[in-house]
């Protein structure tokens, strides 16, 4: 059974950090690409960035990009997300997700992941 569990999240100041953990399961790690995605209050979900399975390839949102890093860990079979100088509108539920093999979609789209976690909750205060 593939599972996919989030943490690491929390109450942070602006300009405050914080590294969140996807611990996975049930499928061989190695082989797939990872994302994290995120909603936040009254929006819809978005792409925050993507591991693909080479380790090689990432990807980020045009808002995330120079502030948050993801990276993943091979032996752990688990994603990381490293998040810096956080602001306010980074507030939202982050979700990690499966990317399946063979849906040919951009990485940003919902419909390329097949498996989610259940999410965890990052608050920014101003």
């Known amino acids: 059974e593939v599972q996919l569990v989030e943490s690491g999240g929390g109450l942070v100041q602006a300009g405050g950090s914080l590294r969140l953990s996807c611990a996975t399961s049930g499928f061989t790690f190695d082989d797939y690409g990872i994302a994290w995605f995120r909603q936040g209050p009254g929006k819809e979900r978005e792409g925050v960035s993507v591991s693909d399975s080479s380790t090689v390839n990432t990807f980020y949102a045009n808002s995330v990009k120079g502030r948050f890093t993801i990276s993943r860990d091979n032996v752990k079979n688990t994603v990381y997300l490293q998040m810096n100088n956080l602001k306010p509108e980074d507030t939202a539920t982050y979700y990690c997700?499966?990317?399946?093999?063979?849906?040919?979609?951009?990485?940003?789209?919902?419909?390329?992941?097949?498996?989610w976690g259940h999410g965890t909750q990052v608050t920014v205060s101003s």
């Open positions: 997700a499966l990317r399946h093999p063979h849906i040919q979609a951009p990485w940003y789209a919902e419909m390329a992941y097949d498996h």
